[in-house]
């Protein structure tokens, strides 16, 4: 990578302005170098870098950066500052190539959990190092910058770099993988056609940004709600990223699925497999007992309360999210840092024989006759290449139809609230009952 670029000179700001620069010999790909040319013309650029290395024997003699050129973005301080050759250190030689991870909604309180184990390994690998790319906005600038102290606080050796900033077109720049978090909570009152809006053009704005500089094969995870809808407007904002890329996150769903009917059934929760969450990540989802196992077995051959499968546990899992906030107060941070973590490795693992997860994707070719152009959960399988494919030996009675039916009838509402940001006209918003989100109840 062209550490170079990431020693961009400080801003003007008293804090940082008698500071030294320290540079790399390491030279610029002309990409990078239209890149860089293309943000110095950007009129208001608020990123900052911080790079981050435990060893300082590779930093080059410091270069003076005249202030005129430090009008940009950058606000380096301490350890951040320096700059280093990943491969010229003995223990880094057999490490992967450096990946960005950009993150939006990175001061929140999901975000708070899951930087830290993408900083220490636990999801990408012990020989992959990592730059992180915060997006915040002005309100969470500050707290960004304690996010980062943080995260140089912890001294993780894989973590090469730290980068914050408010513009998406720079903080995705080159994103080979983009964790898509904020989003505005619905507040009371709020209409449901109103959080579509709001947040719509949240993912619209970053679905552009991440069609313009993100790496073309750039995998996406949508967690900010509604998520379906959002990735479906991410995905249509940025045609030139493969629609197959994008994902809203219904691993939460399926983990707490899987627990329910561990629960249930007396066995630890490792022992169900092949668990799907059909739908949207809404209270219309639909945990799917038909296709589920349980030490091998299909779950019906295990839980014999099929009322209670019908019932209890569907609506459990719905409205999982729901009851936590009533007893936490603020909605699943931790353990959605975990599925994220899971949806993650789901994707660079090869799924084990004969199992599959769940996962919010793009409709188009499905084979199981659900409406085209919806982002929908369905169970996939990966190679471990970072794509997936549709598993196609699942089952279907009327129950799980009816369900599914109900579910997508939901997401199709969602999307004619949305036309406006998928570039299909005039939007028409006429969600009936007002079906909710896992957290609203
Ligand atoms: N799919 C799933 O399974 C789950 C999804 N979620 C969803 O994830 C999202 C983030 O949750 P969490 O981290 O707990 O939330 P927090 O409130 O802690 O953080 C959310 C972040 O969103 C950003 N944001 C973007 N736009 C707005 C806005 N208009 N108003 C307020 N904040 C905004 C804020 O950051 P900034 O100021 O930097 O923009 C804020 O830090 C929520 O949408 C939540 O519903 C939660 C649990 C499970
Ligand atoms: O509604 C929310 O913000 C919380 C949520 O998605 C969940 O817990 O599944």
């Known amino acids: 990578m062209g550490v170079a670029e990431l020693s961009s000179p400080a801003t003007a700001s008293t804090k940082t302005a008698s ?9 610029l ?8 040319l293309r943000r110095s013309l950007r009129p208001i650029s608020r990123a900052r870098h911080f790079n981050i290395s435990c060893s300082v024997n590779q930093v080059q003699a410091p270069v003076a950066v005249p202030r005129e050129e430090s009008k940009s973005k950058s606000d380096c301080y301490g350890v951040f500052c320096l700059t280093y050759d990943l491969k010229a250190e003995d223990e880094t030689k057999s490490w992967k190539k450096l990946v960005n991870v950009a993150v ?12 830290f184990k993408l900083a220490s390994g636990e999801v990408l690998g012990p020989d992959q190092p990592i730059a992180l790319k915060l997006l915040g906005s002005e309100r969470s600038l500050q707290a960004l910058e304690g996010v980062a102290m943080e995260l140089e606080d912890s001294l993780f050796p894989l973590l090469r770099e730290v980068k914050i900033g408010i513009d998406p077109y720079e903080v995705f720049e080159d994103a080979e993988w983009a964790l898509l978090i904020g989003a505005k909570p619905r507040g009371p009152g709020m209409e449901r056609a109103g959080l579509l809006d709001i947040n719509g053009q949240i993912f619209a704005e970053q679905g552009k940004a991440l069609n313009a500089v993100a790496s073309r094969n750039v995998k996406v995870i949508v967690v900010g709600n509604p998520c379906n809808t959002n990735a479906l407007i991410c995905l249509k904002n940025a045609p030139n990223i493969p629609a197959k890329n994008f994902h809203a996150l219904t ?12 629960l249930k059934a007396g066995v630890f929760y490792d022992k169900v497999s092949n668990m799907t969450i059909w739908g949207n990540h809404s209270t219309t989802q639909v945990p799917d007992f038909l296709n589920a196992r349980i030490n ?8 014999k309360d099929h009322k209670w499968l019908e019932e209890e546990f569907t609506e459990k899992v719905q409205k999982r999210g729901g009851v936590l906030i009533q007893k936490w107060g603020r909605s699943s941070a931790a353990s959605t840092a975990v599925s994220i973590v899971d949806a993650m490795k789901s994707l660079v693992i090869p799924t084990p024989e004969g199992d599959w997860f769940s996962t919010g994707v793009y409709t188009n070719g499905n084979p199981y006759g659900i409406a085209e152009d919806l982002v929908f959960s369905m169970p996939c399988r990966s190679k471990g290449d970072g794509d997936y494919e549709l598993v196609k030996d699942v089952i279907f009675d009327d129950y799980l139809r009816k369900r599914i039916a109900k579910t997508e009838a939901e997401l ?3 999307k004619r609230c949305v036309a406006h940001l998928t570039g299909e006209g005039i939007a028409y918003c006429d969600i009936k009952e007002d079906t909710m989100l896992p957290g609203e109840m």
Not at 19 to 27: I, K, N
Not at 296 to 303: A, D, H, M, T
């Open 251 to 262: 691993r939460l769903d399926e983990n707490r699925a899987k627990c329910q009917l561990a």
């Open 296 to 303: 091998g077995l299909p779950v019906k051959e295990v839980i």
């Open 29 to 36: 790909s002309s990409t990078r170098l239209y890149n860089n």
């Open 104 to 115: 939006s909604g990175a001061a929140g309180m999901i975000s708070n959990h899951l930087l």
């Open 19 to 27: 500071r030294l620069h320290y540079s790399s010999q390491l030279s």
């Open 412 to 414: 199709l509402a969602e």
